[in-house]
Structures are given as structure tokens and as C-alpha cells.
């Protein structure tokens, strides 16, 4: 792992370069500071989203950063111009970005990566999945239909909900957030399944029931499928069409990992021959999500528009110092993605 000072002494560090266009980011970044910590803020309010390439005032500028927290597209693009860059944090959990940059390049950066996985997200993106699990059992979507048309009804579907222990959900992905989602549920008495890459000793499942590395494992049975996985080339097309046949029940498909996992035409033909009952949707193949898509137009669908968490500036503040303190303190850094695999 890189070294992420030039000097030993505690509080003798570079000072933390923030290029980021989250509002607020550099002042809870100061806020948050520890003495003798500089923070040095680089405008990049009037910088194009699609494409964040710094202007040379501003490449000048980041020349000599050592530490960066930066949003994840703007790092991708602009870290070419920080050679001396020893460990930046990323604003985002996920690090799209560097997987297309590696892939195009076939080059590893050479310094540390974090990302941002902190409590807060993970609690967030937790409330999320709960939130649309007890949506769809409730028939919310069914109800503010019958409002808008005032139709007092006790039909089946509405009389026929059931509570979280009577569920089983099987997630995809057992990181932070898979767990945190998985404590949530557990705590309201669901069976909760995971889905990992390697497999896990019994000791070491956590708040799930069951994890492991078998795909259809966790699919058989399952009321409610969650993603979490990140973007990786393994990650790509994994679901389709003839992995949801395999199901013995109709679940409902929550996706707030990425939406490479499954093409969209393949999750619309899931959705019209009834191999899921729903899905709900928070990450697409293509974002903005186009208005020419299909998913739109499916009364079993809900759409979010990548919501599910969001990066709050004083959230990521807490945890990069917090991660900066356990750091000078001798620890290793927590949440390092892993070039090779990319998380």
C-alpha cells in the first residue's frame, strides 16, 4: 500500500486537495479537520459533468496533490495530472469511472484508492430496500391508485400482505452496504441470503443466514432479489432471462448496485413472460435513463433516479477523517479498492 505522507510526524502532512462538485464538500472537510491540516478547495463548479477534463490553470494547480478526495469521474479523468498522488478518497461507492479508464489503458494507477462506504450510506441505501419491500407488500402503488379515483378497496391483493418474517430476500454482494440492508431485514425477522464471489465460513455470514458463491443458491427461493454488486467485468450480465426461470417462486428485483448486471431488454422480457412480479430500479445500463426505454411504461416497475444513497458532503467528511485519523494512528486504510477486481 502507498504511503500516503511525505513526512512521519503526525500532523506533518500535504495539504488534502478536494475537487469535487458535491456543495459544501470543502467547508465539512474543514470542519471536520484535524489541526495543522490543510484543505485546498479547486473550483470545479463550471466543469462538464459527461467529460470532467481540468482546464491547465487547474491542472497546474493539482500538480503537486498528494491527497485528494475527489468525485469519481473527475479522478478518472484528471489523475493523469497529479503524479505525485499517494492516496485520494473517492466521493462515490462506486468506481465506474476506473474501470472503463484500466480497460481502455491497461495501466493501474499507481495510488491508493478509498472509497466512500460509510455508516450513513450504508444505513441510507438500507432504508431504501425496506422502504420498497414494505411498498410493494403493502400494494402502496395500488392504493394511491385507488385514491386518485376514489375507490375505497378491500380486494386481495391489498388484504393479503405479508410481514418481513414471512420473507426470504437473497442479496447480491455481502460488502458493507449488502450487509447493512441485511441487518435491517434481520432485524424484522426476514431469511436473508447472499450472494459472494469466494466462499464464507459459517462464522463469518454475519447478519445472513446463508452466503454463497453459488449463484442459484440464492436465487430458488427468494421473494425479493437485491443487487449490490459493484460495476466489474464479472459483474456484467450475470442475470437474464434464463437465470430468472430458475426461480420457484416470482420475486421482486431490486437493483441498486449497478446497471450492468442485466440488460434491460433481458430484464423486460423477465418482467412480460412473469418470471419477476416487479422490479424496482434505481441503477440503469444507460443514465439519464432514456425516455424511449421500455421500463417506463411497465405498471410492475418503479423507478428511481439513482437516489437509493446519496453522497451527503458532511457524511463523507466524517468518515475521510475518521479514516485519516485511524491512518496516522498506524491502521491500515479501510474501504482500499482492489485495482484487479475494482472494489
Known amino acids: 500500500?502507498?504511503?500516503?505522507?511525505?513526512?512521519?510526524?503526525?500532523?506533518?502532512?500535504?495539504?488534502?486537495?478536494?475537487?469535487?462538485?458535491?456543495?459544501?464538500?470543502?467547508?465539512?472537510?474543514?470542519?471536520?479537520?484535524?489541526?495543522?491540516?490543510?484543505?485546498?478547495?479547486?473550483?470545479?463548479?463550471?466543469?462538464?459533468?459527461?467529460?470532467?477534463?481540468?482546464?491547465?490553470?487547474?491542472r497546474n494547480a493539482v500538480k503537486d496533490a498528494e491527497i485528494a478526495v475527489c468525485d469519481g469521474m473527475l479522478l478518472a479523468k484528471n489523475y493523469k495530472h497529479m503524479p505525485n498522488l499517494k492516496w485520494a478518497h473517492c466521493t462515490w461507492a462506486g468506481i465506474d469511472p476506473f474501470v472503463k479508464v484500466i480497460q481502455d489503458l491497461h495501466d493501474e494507477p499507481k495510488f491508493t484508492l478509498t472509497r466512500h462506504s460509510g455508516e450513513a450510506f450504508c444505513s441510507s441505501m438500507a432504508e431504501y430496500v425496506m422502504c420498497h419491500i414494505l411498498n410493494s407488500e403493502r400494494q402502496t402503488k395500488l392504493c394511491w391508485k385507488n385514491q386518485e379515483s376514489k375507490i375505497w378497496s378491500l380486494e386481495e391483493k391489498v388484504r393479503n400482505t405479508r410481514n418481513l418474517d414471512e420473507l426470504t430476500i437473497s442479496i447480491l454482494g455481502v460488502g458493507n452496504m449488502a450487509s447493512e440492508i441485511a441487518k435491517f431485514l434481520k432485524s424484522r425477522g426476514a431469511t436473508v441470503y447472499g450472494f459472494a464471489?469466494?466462499?464464507?465460513?459459517?462464522?463469518?455470514?454475519?447478519?445472513?443466514?446463508?452466503?454463497t458463491a453459488e449463484l442459484d443458491g440464492v436465487l430458488l427461493d427468494c421473494d425479493y432479489l437485491c443487487n449490490t454488486l459493484p460495476y466489474t467485468p464479472l459483474t456484467c450480465g450475470i442475470l437474464s432471462t434464463s437465470v430468472f426461470q430458475k426461480f420457484r417462486k416470482k420475486p421482486v428485483f431490486i437493483n441498486v448496485g449497478r446497471g450492468n448486471i442485466i440488460s434491460e431488454n433481458e430484464l423486460v422480457q423477465a418482467l412480460k413472460t412473469g418470471c419477476l412480479s416487479g422490479a424496482v430500479l434505481d441503477v440503469f445500463e444507460i443514465e439519464p435513463l432514456p425516455e424511449s426505454s421500455p421500463l417506463w411504461n411497465i405498471p410492475e416497475v418503479t423507478i428511481t433516479p439513482h437516489i437509493?444513497?446519496?453522497?451527503?458532503?458532511?457524511?463523507?467528511?466524517?468518515?475521510?477523517?475518521r479514516v485519516f485519523s485511524s491512518y496516522t494512528e498506524g491502521h491500515d486504510l479501510k474501504n482500499v479498492v482492489n485495482?484487479?477486481?475494482y472494489y
Open 197 to 211: 464471489r469466494n466462499p464464507r465460513l459459517f462464522t463469518q455470514f454475519g447478519y445472513f443466514d446463508r452466503i
Open 308 to 321: 437509493a444513497a446519496l453522497s451527503k458532503p458532511e457524511d463523507i467528511g466524517e468518515e475521510f477523517f
Open 1 to 58: 500500500m502507498a504511503a500516503c505522507f511525505s513526512s512521519s510526524f503526525k500532523f506533518a502532512c500535504p495539504p488534502i486537495y478536494v475537487l469535487s462538485q458535491i456543495p459544501n464538500l470543502a467547508k465539512c472537510l474543514e470542519q471536520c479537520a484535524l489541526p495543522g491540516v490543510q484543505i485546498k478547495s479547486i473550483d470545479v463548479t463550471d466543469v462538464c459533468t459527461e467529460n470532467p477534463l481540468l482546464d491547465e490553470e487547474r
Open 339 to 341: 485495482w484487479s477486481t
